[in-house]
């Protein structure tokens, strides 16, 4: 079995987000592993922001979420004693998993997704869900594990 220092977990709060986030802490406390926690805000800025003004507000606001999900997530880490990082980013969520990986040297993606292919759009985006697990996979520098 490979040996993993960093996990990156992409986390969205939800329920298949958290039970993969229970087995991704369970392996890096066997592991001695740190945990990076992901949550990226994903958008389309020219479709639904009328003003730059209005465009802060509304980032900061979506950030404020983000922090409070990966407050969650912090929560189960340091539970179990798992060291945490935190991560918010903004743009597309595979590039920015991959990217993020990539930056703190994790040998280890994880992420949940529903067991509906509509689930998925809540994570990776909506319109290219299967591109985009599919880019995230292939792209990715380390292995990538999708639990459901």
Sequence with gaps: MATFKKILIAY?????????????????????????????????FETIVPSDNIWENIVADLKTKA???LDDLEAMAKERGVTFIRDVREGGAENEIVLC????????????????????????????????????????????MVLS
């Design 12 to 44: 969205d709060g939800s329920q298949p987000c958290r039970r993969a986030a229970e087995q991704a802490l369970a392996l890096a406390v066997e592991q001695g592993a740190d945990v990076i926690g992901l949550k990226v805000i994903s958008f389309s």
């Design 67 to 69: 922090n409070t999900i």
């Design 101 to 144: 990986a990539e930056e703190n040297g994790a040998d280890l993606i994880v992420l949940g997704i529903g067991s509906r292919a509509t689930r998925l759009g809540r994570f990776m985006g909506k319109g290219q869900q299967k591109l985009g697990l599919r880019t995230l996979v292939l792209e990715a520098s380390c292995p990538v």
